[in-house]
């Protein structure tokens, strides 16, 4: 069974970097998409980027181009997502996700983690 379990947020000040892990024990995960999705309070969950299972192709959302960065290592069963140059509006709690087609909406997450969060100060 595929268990995400996230890990990297915290308080950080505007400009600052972060760097969040997504880790699944089983194999089953390198032949998935990973992404990840945020929420902020009153807010609806928003795809944030996205990865295919082989690491070949990334998409992202256009308010985040240029300053994310998702990846993946399958030999440790782990997705990334990089965040420089965070800023206020970034604040949410951050999901990791996966399905078998590439999950660049809610509807195509079979599995999500627990949620990790993230705040930026000015």
């Known amino acids: 069974q595929v268990q995400l379990v996230e890990s990297g947020g915290g308080l950080v000040q505007a400009g600052d970097s972060l760097r969040l892990s997504c880790a699944d024990s089983?194999?089953?995960?390198?032949?998935?998409?990973g992404g990840w999705f945020r929420q902020a309070p009153g807010k609806e969950r928003e795809f944030v980027a996205a990865?295919?299972?082989?690491?070949?192709?990334?998409v992202y959302v256009e308010s985040v181009k240029g300053r994310f960065t998702i990846s993946r290592d399958n030999a440790k069963n782990t997705v990334y997502l990089q965040m420089d140059r965070l800023q206020v509006e970034d604040t949410a709690v951050y999901y990791c996700?996966?399905?078998?087609?590439?999950?660049?909406?809610?509807?195509?997450?079979?599995?999500w983690g627990q949620g990790t969060q993230v705040t930026v100060s000015s």
């Open positions: 996700a996966a399905g078998p087609a590439i999950v660049v909406s809610t509807a195509r997450v079979r599995y």
């Open positions: 089983g194999r089953t995960f390198s032949s998935l998409s």
């Open positions: 990865i295919t299972s082989s690491g070949a192709d990334t």
